[in-house]
């Protein structure tokens, strides 16, 4: 190794090691409690009788990164007043929105190297937006956008939950060579940058159209194992998956996962919710780990029952999914690009000023 790259790696590794020291937030699982930075989430909070301490409330931001590298659909994304995508602009309103749902007391968000579909639900998915080459190598302007929003939160305290794949998408990695690799690649990130608040899902929805059999059902496990295999310094990451709407976790994935990422998608009724969440406490090995909805598409948040309120009731995290569309100007939704990050329709206010009620966050 001559001079030069030996100060290279020198430099590369201080600069790993500078950023450990200097992160902020940290987060991990004590029973069936969150934790961030040695307390629980909401200490001490309790709402109407229910408890609020060492929940998790989250909303599903999945495009904070989001490109098309497909020419074809790219101009679909364009913002109306500029008639052009620009995904770093997308980068930048989203963490300018941040500080505002860390004020509504929301503490995490789940975020996706492959995003989400950027139309809602859809069948095809033409447009390319992963952050993985064929290979499964990182490509460097998604990192670098992500690498902003991951120093944002761990400023401001939340937790990220970070997905690797997304179905419609997972077809980009040439096989599962390139699988495994984009899976080693993600968790070495986040532990040589030292970030502590960064908790992985796998996949969105494992059970949904996945090219690749290690990232189906049946396998999906193994990914969670070589996820928690790897670490540093004695320190891992926390690692699950999650299931379509009202699905129950396997018992490979019930036995693998450090907690539990529930969907209510398609769950029309509160009481639905409950059994859902009841149902995943009976599963082999699933004592002692939290239970997280971190995409629900159901509101009503200005009535006694919903789906959020009922998953506070059998203390289970509660997470925001929202893709419905305008027909002019920005989208309204989260996941429909191009996205409006602020809290900027009657839907969102309606979520993050029931999370403000509940938490008790930002208030005088």
Known sequence: MGPSLRLAVICCCWGSVAAALERQTTVEIRGEQWWINGRPTYPGRTWKGHRVEGLLFNSRMVQG?????????????????????????????????????????????????????????????????????????????????????????????????????????????????????????????????????????????????????????????????????????????????????GTIPKANVARAADFFLLHGNGVNMPEAIIRMVRQTRELPGAVGKPIVFNEDDHFDFDKPKNNMLAALAEYASWGYFDYRMKQEGYDEGYQSVPVNWGISSARKCGFFNKVREITGEGEP
């Open 65 to 245: 990164i989001f490109d098309d590298l497909n020419p074809q659909t790219a101009a679909r994304w364009a913002y109306p007043d500029t008639g052009k995508w620009d995904p770093e602009r997308n980068t930048r309103e989203f963490i300018a929105a941040m500080p505002e749902w860390r004020r509504h007391g929301m503490l995490g968000f789940t975020i996706n190297l492959q995003g989400g579909s950027p139309t809602g639900y859809s069948l095809q998915q033409p447009w390319q937006n992963s952050a993985w080459t064929a290979e499964g190598e990182l490509r460097p302007d998604y990192l670098k956008r992500l690498r902003s929003i991951l120093d944002r939160a761990d400023e401001l305290g939340m937790v990220v939950i970070l997905g690797i794949f997304y179905f419609g998408q997972d077809e980009r990695l040439r096989d599962e060579t390139a699988v495994f690799r984009a899976v080693d690649r993600t968790v070495d990130f986040i532990l040589d940058e030292g970030y502590r608040h960064t908790v992985i899902e796998i996949n969105n929805e494992c059970d949904i159209r996945y090219d690749h059999d290690i990232l189906k059902p049946e396998r999906v496990h193994e990914l969670i194992e070589r996820v928690k295999s790897r670490s540093r310094s004695g320190r891992r990451l926390l690692v699950s998956t999650s299931y379509s709407g």
